[in-house]
């Protein structure tokens, strides 16, 4: 078995910074997973110590509420995706190599997700400071 057009193992976690030369999908990947790894030790961190995870500052309570927003919202853009729904039809690779990754539906719902982030940050933020609400 050849390992043709197979790429260069980039490391273990480091791997995942090395974003030269990718798309949005890529970096939208990569801070889907930074916030996966910082919701998960939010949580052990409330598990462990209930009573200081109340105390949260503001700043805090803004920044962990920004990235369970982005973390949702990508999630339901990669499900979506991962069960086929706005992947499209595939089409035949003729040389030279054209970027399809994000073709119609794709390039749309990363477009949706970018902005429903920005409208439900602003919502969040304006909320904890007391603005709104």
């Known amino acids: 078995m050849s390992n043709v057009g197979a790429r260069k193992s ?7 910074l090395k974003i030269r030369g990718y798309s949005i999908e890529k970096v939208m990947y990569l801070v889907q997973r930074i916030s996966g790894l910082m919701i998960v030790g939010f949580l052990l961190w409330h598990l462990l110590d209930t009573n200081q995870a109340y105390l949260l500052i503001t700043e805090l309570q803004i920044l962990f509420g920004v990235i369970i927003i982005f973390h949702a919202l990508n999630g339901v853009r990669l499900v ?4 086929g729904f706005i992947v499209g039809k595939p089409i035949r690779a003729v040389y030279p190599y054209k970027f399809t990754t994000l073709r119609g539906l794709q390039r749309l719902s990363v477009a949706l997700v970018i902005v429903v982030f920005i409208i439900l940050t602003a919502i969040w933020i304006l909320n904890i400071v007391g603005v709104i609400g």
């Not at 979506?80 to 069960?83: D, I, K, V």
């Open 80 to 83: 979506l995706a991962e069960y």
């Open 10 to 16: 980039r490391g273990r976690v480091t791997g995942w």
